[in-house]
Structure formats: C-alpha cells, structure tokens
C-alpha cells in the first residue's frame, strides 16, 4: 500500500497552522485523554485508518484501556464513560456531522455544566481540528499501522 500524496513530497508548511493549532490545544488545560477520545471518535466517524492507528495508540499510551476504546463508537449503550465525556461526545458528533437537526440546545447546556465558554470554544476546535486531520490522511491515502506514539510530539 503506497499514500496518494507522502508528507515528505509536498511542502510541510502547508502543515504549519495546523500543528501550531495542535500545540495550542495540548497547552489549553483541557484533558489530554478526552482531547484523545474526542480525535478516536472523530476517526471513527470519518474512516480514517491512519487517525484511527494514531489516537488509539495515544489514547492506550495515556492509561485509556482497550475496553473504553473499542467501544467509543457505542458509548451511548455503555456504563464506561461519564457524564462529562457524555456530554463532549454527543457535541463530538454533532460538529463532525455538521447536521443541525442533531444540534440541539441541550448539547450546549450539557457542556456548560462542566466548561466555561472559552473551554467549550477550545473543545469545539479540537473537534475541527481532527475532522481537517482525517480529511487530508483520507484524501492523501495516508498508510495506516505504523504509527509510533508521540511520533509528532
């Protein structure tokens, strides 16, 4: 399996205001392991092989166990995530989906239980963030499996 488009045939500047995005979110305060689950949610969504390879990774390699992670995509069937992560999956989804019926008030008054707004605001560009990140591994066929944790650290 060979990518479509290699990070090292195209100018990595093209890259430069998405890592600098990525920085600020992992200095904002906002949990490193939901930033994670956040991203592994986003991957399922998306179909990104190679997301998907990279935050399971990150997500294990921060004490998340296997059984949270493979069951992210049911969590709303599960006992394994609390009510914040709840909360902040449910608005996951409905940014990725970009589908107003499905964004409805009670999303944002979840969050406001457990953020302010300038963290709901970091929360909603994690989220953008990672949705931009698996269109471009999608559409550069980026080869998933070889990820090594902190590979981009």
């Known amino acids: 399996m060979k990518a479509r488009i290699a990070q090292n045939?195209?100018?990595n500047s093209i890259f430069a205001g998405l890592i600098k995005t990525d920085g600020i979110l992992y200095r904002s305060g906002?949990?490193?392991k939901l930033l994670e689950l956040i991203k592994l949610r986003v991957a399922q969504i998306n179909s990104c092989a190679y997301c998907?390879?990279?935050?399971?990774?990150?997500?294990?390699?921060?004490?998340?166990?296997p059984q949270?992670?493979?069951s992210l995509s049911a969590w709303r069937e599960?006992?394994?995530?609390s009510e914040?992560?709840?909360?902040?999956?449910?608005?996951?989804?409905?940014i990725t989906n970009v589908n107003r019926a499905h964004f409805e008030p009670e999303l944002m008054a979840a969050l406001e239980k457990y953020f302010n707004k300038d963290q709901?605001?970091?929360?909603?560009l994690a989220i953008s963030q990672i949705n931009?990140?698996?269109?471009?591994?999608?559409?550069?066929?980026t080869v998933p499996g070889g990820y090594v944790v902190g590979q981009y650290a």
Do not use: C, S
């Open 78 to 81: 599960t006992p394994y995530y």
């Open 120 to 124: 709901i605001a970091l929360i909603t």
């Open 68 to 70: 949270r992670l493979y």
């Open 132 to 141: 931009t990140w698996t269109r471009l591994n999608i559409a550069f066929g």
């Open 9 to 11: 045939e195209i100018d």
């Open 30 to 32: 906002i949990d490193h």
């Open 84 to 94: 914040l992560e709840q909360a902040v999956l449910a608005y996951t989804e409905a």
């Open 52 to 65: 998907l390879d990279m935050h399971y990774k990150e997500a294990e390699h921060l004490g998340e166990t």
